[in-house]
Every structure is written in C-alpha cells, then in structure tokens.
C-alpha cells in the first residue's frame, strides 16, 4: 500500500528557503524602520525650522559646527602622516627581509646545484655500469627463451 502524502509530510520537512515558506512574513521590523525613519525625518524638519527662525543659534551652532570640521580635517592629516609612516617603515622592513633571504638562501642554492649535479653523475654512472648490463642480460636470455619456444613448440 503505498505511502499517502498528506499536508503533515511537507510541514515535517525542513525548508531550506524560509523565503518561500507558506508561513506570513513578520512586517513588524519592517513597520518599526518606516516609523523611525519617518521621526527622524520630521525632527530634522523641526530642527531647520527652529534654526530658521532663530538666527544667532543658528550662528552659534555654524561656528560649532565650523570647528567640529576643522577638527576632523585635523584628525584625518594626522591619520594620513602616520599612516604614510607606517607604509614607508613597513616598506623598509620588507626590503631588509628580503636582503636578509637573499644572503642566507644564495649559498644554500650552490650548494643544491652541487648537490644535483652529483646526483646526475651517480644516475649516469649507476645506469651505465650496473643497470644497462642487466637490461642487455635479461633481453638476451628473453630472445634464448622466445627462440627455444618457438623450436620446440607442440602443434
């Protein structure tokens, strides 16, 4: 008998595209940044106006602001110099590194090209004196076994 699906089996399943879940979509946080952004929007309308009407604040509040920015231009030069700094002393360290490497991995390097090159002429030596003389060995005594098959061969 087979196995009847019914709505229970797909509400067991787990969904991995909350997306596209049956299920309503929560608009509560989405209602709550339209309300926020819409009290922030009129407090700024209500700030323009009152600086509007009341000109000396608003003349206070320009040089303050005024000074706030010459502050933060301030800040950032300084951010920049010291970054500038921190650049070229990081700069001058990767060169002292690499001068450093340089020295050490030189003489490391001849002496693995030395070491190569011996282990070239072992290979060579190895596979003129001991391993070609057992291939010509080991074919000849092959070609004697082909040959004495071949001539006493049963038909």
Do not use: C, H
Not at 68 to 88: P, R, W
């Amino acid at each position: 008998m087979p196995q009847e699906i019914n709505d229970s089996y797909y509400v067991a399943a787990s969904n991995s595209r909350p997306e596209l879940s049956p299920e309503p979509i929560d608009k509560r946080p989405l209602v709550f940044g339209i309300i926020v952004a819409v009290v922030i929007i009129i407090l700024f309308g209500l700030l323009g106006w009152w600086l509007f009407t009341n000109p000396p604040a608003a003349a206070v509040l320009r040089d303050i602001f005024i000074i706030f920015l010459g502050l933060g231009a301030f800040l950032i030069i300084l951010l920049l110099i010291a970054l500038v700094v921190i650049t070229v002393y990081l700069v001058l360290k990767i060169n002292d590194l690499i001068q450093l490497l340089n020295r050490e991995i030189r003489p490391v390097l001849s002496q693995l090209q030395s070491t190569v090159q011996t282990a070239q002429g072992t290979t060579v030596f190895l596979s003129e004196q001991a391993v070609k003389p057992v291939i010509t060995t080991v074919s000849a005594v092959a070609g004697v076994q082909a040959i004495v098959r071949s001539l006493f061969r049963r038909s």
